[in-house]
Every structure is written in structure tokens, then in C-alpha cells.
């Protein structure tokens, strides 16, 4: 059975850091396009970011030279350094797995709109001004 295990959240004041990790079970994730998205209240899902087993990684532009996504394949974890966070970074934060194809073709964007084979219950991110 697959699990992703999200954990990391908090609330944090504006310019604050947080590190998300993600603790996968019954998948490999060098096997497939690993990534993170998230879902404010009464708002589409958005994806963030994505990485493919090589580790290339890109980066939706609002997050893009503050987040960094990256993974230990030995620990089976995929993790998101988020820095210089602010108010709209707001969200439930899921990590997710895609067929491994999408991440050259589609990036983040992944995140955003294809079936995903495998997602988190999510963590809580909340960034106070």
C-alpha cells in the first residue's frame, strides 16, 4: 500500500523558513515525478514544484529562488525548503507522485492538472504579516 507522509508545517511569520519533508512507503519515488502542491481554501490546486530522478527540478515563478525541492532517494523522502515565505504562500501543502514522463514535459505543472498516482493528507502551512 502507498502512503506519502507529509511533515514540516507550521505557522510562521512573514520572511520565516520552513522545511517540508515527505516520507514515502510502498512507492520508489526515483520512479516517478515527484512533487509538491498546494491548496489554499476555496482555491485550485497549484503546483509548486517538481523533481525527476536525475534531480533536474523547476519551479512555479511565484515561488521560484525562494523554494527548493529536493529528494533522498536512499531515505525514500522528498523534501521543500521554503524561505523568505510570505501571506499567500498560505495553503495545505501536498507532496505527489505522477507518472515519471510528466516531469520533462510538463514540470510543475504536473502538479497542477494530471491524475497524480499518489498523494499526502497535506501539512499545514500558515505565514502571518
Known amino acids: 500500500q502507498v502512503h506519502l507522509v507529509e511533515s514540516g508545517g507550521g505557522a510562521v511569520q512573514e520572511g520565516g523558513s520552513l522545511r517540508l519533508s515527505c516520507a514515502a512507503s510502498?512507492?520508489?519515488?526515483?520512479?516517478?515525478?515527484m512533487g509538491w502542491f498546494r491548496q489554499a481554501p476555496e482555491e485550485e490546486r497549484e503546483g509548486v514544484a517538481s523533481i525527476d530522478s536525475s534531480g533536474t527540478s523547476t519551479y512555479e515563478d511565484s515561488v521560484k529562488g525562494r523554494f527548493a525541492i529536493s529528494q533522498d532517494n536512499a531515505k525514500n523522502t522528498l523534501y521543500l525548503q521554503m524561505n523568505s515565505l510570505k501571506p499567500e504562500d498560505t495553503a495545505m501543502y501536498y507532496c505527489?507522485?505522477?507518472?515519471?514522463?510528466?516531469?520533462?514535459?510538463?514540470?510543475?505543472?504536473?502538479?497542477?492538472?494530471?491524475?497524480?498516482?499518489?498523494r499526502g493528507q497535506g501539512t499545514l502551512v500558515t505565514v502571518s504579516s
Open positions: 505527489a507522485a505522477a507518472p515519471r514522463e510528466f516531469c520533462a514535459v510538463m514540470g510543475w505543472g504536473t502538479f497542477t492538472n494530471v491524475p497524480l498516482d499518489a
Open positions: 510502498g512507492l520508489i519515488i526515483s520512479n516517478y515525478c
